[in-house]
């Protein structure tokens, strides 16, 4: 074996200038998608870490039916206080949550004495809120951080469009399950920056607040926002917890809880599965280059050498001998074109970080174009190249093998 | 016990809508250890019939029987297999693999066919390069060394896997004619010393003297036989 890798290398190295051409359109191929991948993946993983550490948390927990009614915010799906404590049983106990935090969700009307308007509202246990969703402490861009009983946050186009500053007097109006309107006066305590994604132009005040505001008789919740230790187990721990409160059953038998991640509740989930389609496409660009390149260079590998073929076959060479001189040619180019690939694709890389390119996005300025690649990825891209490689040298390496000696050994 | 033995063969190719016969009913035998040449104008047969022997072709009728093999009934892998242990060939272009050296060009019918082990690749490469006096040529490639050295070679390669039979077609044509001379007389020298048939194909009235028996084709026939010393059967075939 080790002597037909030597063939095959010094048969590359024969025609330099050929092989270096095809090596360097592997390369570059490669390069592209790591660089895509890097960019395209971490700017997905960004975007993903500010809608569920901005607003969603990275799974929901809801009454059967709320999610599918959620734009009207329905007071008459929040979950009681006797299904949040068996919730909040399991919560606690589970291992791979985090941290939780149960949310009154309502509308209302904002009222500056002036004008009116109207706002959706998060009443929430200000603590375990901050924990759930770090970066709402970073949205803040005025005022304290953190909410009082008697305070509000508002978001930041309601403070331009109102002309409402932090320390100012303003009114919620609300209607509660019944049908009846209650008031009640709060101090802006802060302005909150918008967040990407569902609720992120939406207020906050003390989950007692909004129980009172609402004449909750007890504790309703809206839904519990829950972030995992490890999200890369979102899947595993969303199903687990769907398992676990799928026992609770409500008066029509029906399961009680339901269970979403972000994914299920944030439209740019629809964006990142474009950006997983989009890399997709550059994967079997990749595959087409390797695959056009070698295919090609190995076909006149064999016409180029079909007097050397006939030469090895007569002197008794067997055709699958043969077969795996021409596969190796093509799996070294491969590999060659990989290896010079990687590297220069993990320096760019490194430039790109070094670099700190900023860009826009959305409402969010300034962001740093962070590419990351994840060893897993260029594994993957590896083998594949390898892989294709391998496979575009077997028809012109089949043909070598089944090349009958004394047709080769005339031709001219 | 002959070492080939040609019994009514005939080799046909269809040209097109043409036919055209190569060869036509021709009988001999080969005892082991000759050094015989094939002779004859272009077009008469020779290759068709080194071809045969040496197991690149199949004759259309007859039976050829080499080494006791009918070499009819062998298939395209087991017709590898016994090229690469009883057949040694010399081509006219030398057909070196460009890419190893010399050494290597020897040593590969011994790795890639018949996997020997390489203490005795090793012995048996370098008593070859002694006796072709290529021995401190080893380490050039095919394209630094002259046309004679290139035929040596071929001919060490030939040899190294002992085979019972070599089979050189025109093996000096590329060749002045005193490297053609030292070539001949290396061939006849190693039939003498490793006791191999070396069967050669040749238009070169000056190197077919040099033959122990002549086997003369013309028009697809063999036309005479004739064994140093005289004619076979005292007649033109």
Redesign the interface.
């Known amino acids: 074996m080790g002597?037909l890798f030597k063939?095959a290398v010094?048969?590359l190295?024969?025609y330099k200038r050929r092989t270096f051409l095809t090596a360097s359109l592997i390369t570059i191929g490669v390069i592209f998608v790591l660089i895509f991948i890097s960019v395209s993946g971490s700017f997905k993983a960004m975007m993903i870490s500010q809608i569920t550490d901005s607003m969603l948390g990275h799974i929901q927990i809801h009454k059967k039916g709320y999610v599918a009614a959620i734009d009207n915010l329905p007071l008459n799906l929040n979950l009681r206080p006797q299904d949040v404590a068996k919730l909040e049983d399991i919560l606690n106990n589970d291992a791979d949550v985090e941290a939780y935090s149960p949310r009154i969700k309502f509308g209302g009307m904002f009222s500056n004495f002036v004008e009116t308007t109207n706002i959706r509202l998060n009443g929430v246990y200000p603590d375990r809120e901050f924990k759930t969703i770090p970066l709402l402490a970073s949205r803040i861009s005025a005022g304290k951080k953190t909410i009082e009983k008697g305070e509000i946050l508002i978001p930041v186009l309601l403070s331009k469009g109102m002309g409402v500053k932090v320390g100012d007097s303003v009114v919620i109006v609300t209607t509660n399950k019944d049908g009846s309107v209650n008031g009640k006066q709060f101090t802006v305590s802060a302005i909150l920056e918008s967040a990407t994604g569902p609720g992120g132009r939406d207020g906050y005040v003390h989950i007692e607040d909004a129980q009172e505001l609402l004449r909750m008789t007890e504790m309703e919740i809206s839904e519990v926002a829950i972030r995992l230790k490890d999200f890369d187990k979102l899947h595993a721990a969303g199903f687990k917890l769907e398992n676990l409160l799928a026992g609770d059953l409500n008066q029509q038998g029906k399961p009680l809880f339901e269970t979403h991640s972000w994914e299920k509740l944030s439209p740019f989930y629809h964006l990142s599965r474009m950006i997983d389609l989009m890399t997709f496409f550059i994967k079997l660009m990749l595959i087409a280059i390797v695959l056009i390149s070698i295919m090609n260079v190995m076909i006149m590998a064999v016409y180029e050498r079909i007097?050397?073929i006939?030469?090895?076959?007569?002197?008794?060479?067997?055709?699958e001998?043969i077969l795996s001189m021409f596969v190796i040619e093509g799996f070294c180019l491969g590999i060659f074109g990989t290896i010079i690939g990687n590297i220069l694709g993990a320096a760019i890389i490194y430039i790109i970080n070094a670099s700190k390119i900023t860009f826009d996005f959305a409402m969010h300025q300034g962001l740093i174009l962070s590419a990351n690649i994840r060893l897993t990825d260029i594994i993957s891209i590896s083998i594949i190249v390898i892989i294709v490689s391998v496979i575009a040298s077997l028809q012109p390496a089949f043909k070598a093998s089944r090349m009958e000696?004394?047709t080769a050994?005339r031709h001219v | 016990m002959e070492l080939i033995v040609a019994e009514n063969i005939s080799k046909d190719y269809q040209v097109g809508e043409v036919v055209i016969h190569a060869l036509k009913d021709v009988s001999f035998e080969i005892e082991p250890a000759s050094f015989v040449s094939f002779v004859g104008p272009s077009g008469s047969g020779k290759t068709t019939l080194l071809?045969l022997i040496?197991c690149?072709?199949k004759p259309t009728e007859g039976k050829l029987t080499v080494a006791g093999i009918d070499i009819s009934m062998l298939d395209?892998?087991e017709s590898?297999?016994?090229?690469?242990?009883h057949?040694?060939?010399i081509?006219q272009?030398f057909?070196l693999?460009?890419?190893?050296t010399v050494y290597e060009n020897i040593e590969?019918?011994l790795?890639?066919?018949q996997n020997v082990p390489a203490i005795e690749r090793s012995d048996r490469i370098h008593g070859l390069l002694k006796a072709v006096d290529m021995l401190d040529q080893k380490d050039k490639y095919p394209d630094q060394i002259s046309g004679g050295q290139k035929q040596r070679v071929a001919i060490a390669?030939?040899l190294v896997?002992n085979p019972k039979l070599v089979l050189a077609d025109e093996p000096t044509a590329n060749l002045d004619s005193q490297t053609a001379h030292a070539v001949i007389e290396l061939m006849k020298k190693m039939k003498g010393e490793l006791k191999t048939t070396f069967i050669f194909s040749t238009h070169d009235q000056k190197i077919v003297g040099e033959a122990e028996i002549v086997f003369t084709l013309g028009d697809g026939k063999l036309r005479d036989q004739e064994v140093k010393g005289g004619t076979k059967n005292g007649q033109t075939l």
């Open positions: 002597k063939i010094r048969n190295l024969r007097r050397e006939g030469t090895i076959a007569a002197i008794g060479t067997p055709p001998k000696p004394i050994l | 071809n040496g690149l072709d395209r892998k590898a297999t016994f090229r690469g242990n057949i040694g060939f081509f272009d057909n693999i460009p890419v190893l590969y019918p790795l890639m066919v390669r030939a896997t």
